[in-house]
């Protein structure tokens, strides 16, 4: 339910936004950081639909690698 | 490269080990356990260190009462319930949502709500929020852009810091150690886990899921061990911040304040949960259609309450892998791909 993703924030009109990930766009909430606190180009760390804090590119990239191989490990035990 | 720095990590903790006694290190998250579980990391221990997997997942700990409340509404024909996917399978006395609820829709993200309110101005929307810090400040964020008049909440809201306190006091749990969960502490900050070394002399670590980051979470309280020392350390520096996210503590406290709520399988635990401030008696569901509290009924063989608290193993379940399965789950821990039962079941040990 709650695993954290990042995304790349790529339009804003203010709590909204749309934000991006591997090609998917998705509509996200950024009320929960100040308004000036993001803007386009930002990465953000997104649960449940909300930006919870503004992360930079590396920490990113990071993470998605980490994603990418528990999807991987996931799709091998697809048995539920 | 990465490989190298896991060997290289895995050799150090093998190194400052003490070889002299147990350690239990404790998480307190879904993702953790996943990381931990999924990459072998307990094999690649020394044999005096246990991987415990504590209260890490929302969905497990969600009580009864508040899922059969849940079931109910989504059975009146004026009520649309909306809820996140892994609450539709939380098996109760009265089913779950999805083999008894009637009116029901799945959300990846709270503001969804607010398009299905749209689309159904003649009905009740209730939002069943369920979670932890991560998914009870972004119900905040919901609240505070304005809810239309069809919508309320029904909160089944727990706080991470406080669950841990009391295990903490549980003697039969003996934690020596806790890696703090990454993204409740992105929200309530790095700060928030301080009193368990200053008060319990208890070495506590930030830690984010990638393996390394772990592993390396790992060794740093190997070494407080082994140095006598308690501290907090925080190595997930890029995404938690000390006072962490001040706005949406904020939101958070303005909409709900603490109350003692019930933790499935363990019961009533003072001030570890949030509820509704008196001042929104109008958007919180269990006001608005007096909702009862529902007397618990464990099933049977089931030790998630055992499990929950770091007290034993999915595997010591007599159930886990022949009667319950991620498709015919019996008990809570086996329902979210983030409860210990679930991911021991899909990954092995
Ligand atoms: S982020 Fe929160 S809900 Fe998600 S797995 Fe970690 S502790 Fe559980
Ligand atoms: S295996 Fe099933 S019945 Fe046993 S503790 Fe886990 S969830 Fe409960």
Request: hydrophobic residues 40%; glycine residues 6%.
């Amino acid at each position: 339910m709650c695993v954290g993703v990042p995304m790349k924030v790529v339009e804003i009109d203010y709590p909204m936004a749309v934000a991006e990930a591997k090609g998917v766009k998705r509509q996200i909430n950024l009320m929960l950081l100040p308004e000036d606190e993001v803007k386009v180009g930002d990465y953000v760390m997104v649960h449940v639909g909300n930006a919870i804090e503004v992360i930079d590119e590396k920490e990113a990239e990071e993470i998605w690698k980490v994603l990418d191989e528990v999807m991987a490990a996931l799709e091998e035990r697809e048995d539920f | 490269m990465k490989r190298e720095r896991i060997k290289e990590l895995v050799s150090l903790i093998h190194e400052i080990s003490p070889k002299d006694r147990k350690i239990k290190i404790m998480n307190v998250c879904g993702s953790h356990e996943h990381t931990i579980t999924y990459s072998g990391m307990r094999s690649l221990m020394p044999e005096n260190i246990e991987l415990i997997p504590g209260p890490g997942c929302p969905v497990c700990v969600c009580s009864e009462s508040d899922v059969i409340n849940a079931i109910r509404l989504s059975q009146r024909d004026d009520t649309i319930l909306v809820t996140y996917g892994d609450m539709l399978r939380v098996p109760t006395k009265e089913g779950s949502i999805r083999s008894s609820g009637r009116n029901y829709k799945m959300v990846s993200a709270p503001h969804e709500v607010l398009k299905i309110a749209k689309e159904n101005p003649e009905k009740n929307v209730v939002f069943f929020s369920i979670g932890f810090e991560t998914t009870t400040a972004p119900t905040a964020a919901l609240i505070e852009m304005g809810l239309p008049e069809n919508v309320t909440i029904l909160t089944s809201q727990k706080l991470t810091p406080e669950i841990m306190e009391v295990l903490v006091k549980d003697e039969e749990v003996g934690v020596d150690a806790f890696i703090a969960p990454g993204h409740v502490s992105a929200i309530v900050g790095a700060n928030a886990w301080r009193i368990f070394p200053e008060e319990y002399g208890i070495p506590t670590v930030v830690a984010g899921f990638e393996p390394d980051n772990l592993l390396l979470a790992i060794l740093r309280i190997l070494y407080q061990l082994r140095e006598g020392r308690a501290e907090l350390e925080n190595v997930y520096r890029g995404v938690v911040r000390p006072e962490g996210n001040v706005k949406a503590q904020e939101l958070m406290y303005k909409y709900f304040e603490k109350a003692d709520v019930n933790w499935r399988g363990i019961g009533l635990i003072p001030k570890s949960g949030l509820e509704f401030r008196k001042e929104y008696d109008n958007i919180n569901a269990k006001k608005v259609f007096n909702l009862p509290e529902i007397k618990e009924e464990k099933v049977k063989g089931c030790i998630c309450d055992k499990i929950v608290l770091g007290k034993a193993y999915p595997n010591e379940c007599k159930l886990f892998g022949k009667v319950c399965t991620p498709s015919n789950p019996k008990g809570p821990c086996m329902v979210s791909m983030e409860g210990a039962c679930n991911i021991w079941y899909r990954f092995g040990r």
